[in-house]
């Protein structure tokens, strides 16, 4: 399965790739702002109706990796309370560069409930597993909340965002 990959002029990477899980063929919708603060104001407003977060930093990067609790705490300010989140290592590939270890990631994935995930892009490492594991979680809230009788995403497309990048990035999915 091959990913569609968009370029945006105004720096902002937006990508489309179509997952099948459990039967059912999810269409997931990536923004990638690469954590720039100039698309803060936008990413905030993506958060509102995001089901799940991927939150990416590089551990050859410890500035990056600080930067995720920035990240949280705009995204408990912003987004529903309930929104799967992820914490993901990217470059674990360039393990001589490494500048934060695997378990202080893992000790802040902790600390926040959140999933933790170490990844390499260029390597294709637990890249699909990331994608999988945050789908799967938002696909069994959902069918939680409506087993219960909720009304999650009344009649809508399901949505799904994330942040993935050096720092951060952000991704859409609806259920076709």
């Known amino acids: 399965m091959k990913a569609i990959f968009f370029f945006c002029p105004l720096g902002i990477d937006f990508k489309i790739r179509t997952i099948e899980l459990d039967g059912k063929k999810i269409k997931l919708q990536i923004w990638d702002t690469a954590g720039q603060e100039r698309f803060r104001t936008i990413t905030t407003a993506y958060y509102r109706g995001a089901m799940g977060i991927m939150l990416v930093y590089d551990i050859t990067n410890e500035k990056s990796f600080d930067n995720i609790k920035n ?10 309370s309930d929104v799967e989140r992820m914490i993901l290592g990217n470059k674990c590939d360039m393990n001589e560069k490494r500048q934060v270890s695997k378990e202080k990631g893992e000790k802040l994935a902790i600390d926040y409930g959140i999933k933790f995930l170490e990844t390499s892009a260029k390597s294709s490492i637990n890249v699909e597993e990331a994608f999988f594991t945050l789908a799967r979680d938002i696909m069994t809230k ?10 999650a995403s009344a009649g809508g497309p399901v949505k799904i965002t994330e942040n993935r990048s050096k720092k951060t990035s952000f991704f859409r999915c609806a259920l076709l």
């Open 71 to 80: 990240w949280i705490r705009n995204i408990e300010e912003h987004a529903s």
């Open 142 to 151: 959902l069918n939680r909340k409506m087993n219960d009788g909720s009304s």
